[in-house]
Each structure stands twice: as structure tokens, then as C-alpha cells.
């Protein structure tokens, strides 16, 4: 892996992550400030993207473009879908999925997909589960849902009859 992309919609998101990584060189592109360094030895690039699919989708596009990024990262807060997902669980996507996107625009038009679901990278995947069973706390593997509405109530029983996701938010399925 060259070098990873960590993506967080929100400052206060990215700030954790930036304690860890010194003496990070910045660089900006399209209004948004990169990070570059090394964090636990692999090289890194971090951005604060702004909340929403657009914004995710174009930091993301950066991070490969300019910075070659091989793999990304969403980092940041989703809201609870499952009944047994708790305040502060920490949620990996098998899967993405738009929850605001009729199926058929990315099966039927361009880009041809076979399912509106966006898979995780297999090998990526494989070594989060090898960790997620020594992890010092409890790591869940499932569906994350994407769409620019805040879910609360409205839509929410929709949302999870159709796609059983773990958690919904505004990125992870726009860096798929």
C-alpha cells in the first residue's frame, strides 16, 4: 500500500487523528487542506472534507489524483440504524449504499453496476476482521448507508427494511 487517505467530514474529526501523525507538511487543492506524514509508519494523507456526498466525493477524488492514495478511510460520527448499535461503537462497512438514490440510476445507466451496493476492498476487509477479534473493543462489520438527509425518525424504518445498515451518513458511500 503506497499511501493511505483518512477522510473526515468535520475538524473535529480530523483533529484526533492530526495528534498522531508529526509534523504533518499541509497542502491545499479546491479549498481544502491536506495533510501528509506518517502515522504508525505508512504513509498518510488526511483531509477534513465537509460534510455531505459532494464534499466527500471531491476530497476523495483528490486524495487519488494528487496524492496516489491506494486506499481510504472514512473516519468520522454516523448515526445508530441497528437496534443493537450503541453510542460509541465502532462500525466498518462491508458494504455502501446510497439510501437516497433509486437503485436503478447506478444499475441502469452509467456506470453500469451490477448491485447499488459499493463492496469494501476484500483484503482491506479481511485484515480489519483479523483485528476486529483482538481489537481491546467491540468492532461491528455491516452496511453503512449514505444520503445528505439527516436520519432521526423520518424515513429511518424505510431505510433499514431496505438495506439493514448498521449506521447512516453523509460520505462513506460517495468515497465507494
Known sequence: MKRVGILCP???????????????????????????????????????????KVNAAVAAQILVDAFSASAIFV????????????L?????????????????????YHPWMPTSFFPA???LLALAEVYGQIAPFPIRFGTIATGEAFIADEGRAEICQKFAPLCVDMETASVA
Not at 460509541?88 to 441502469?108: C, G, K, N, P
Open 10 to 52: 468535520s475538524d473535529t474529526e480530523l483533529a484526533p487523528l492530526l495528534a498522531h501523525i508529526p509534523s504533518p507538511r499541509t497542502i491545499r487543492k479546491a479549498m481544502l487542506t491536506f495533510y501528509l506524514g506518517t502515522l504508525e509508519g505508512v504513509d498518510v494523507v488526511a483531509v477534513y472534507s465537509g460534510v455531505c
Open 75 to 86: 473516519v468520522g460520527t454516523a448515526g445508530g440504524m441497528a437496534e443493537d448499535v450503541q
Open 88 to 108: 460509541f461503537d465502532t462500525v466498518i462497512s462491508r458494504q455502501a449504499v446510497y439510501h437516497d438514490v433509486a437503485d436503478d440510476i447506478l444499475t441502469e
Open 121 to 123: 476492498d476484500a483484503k
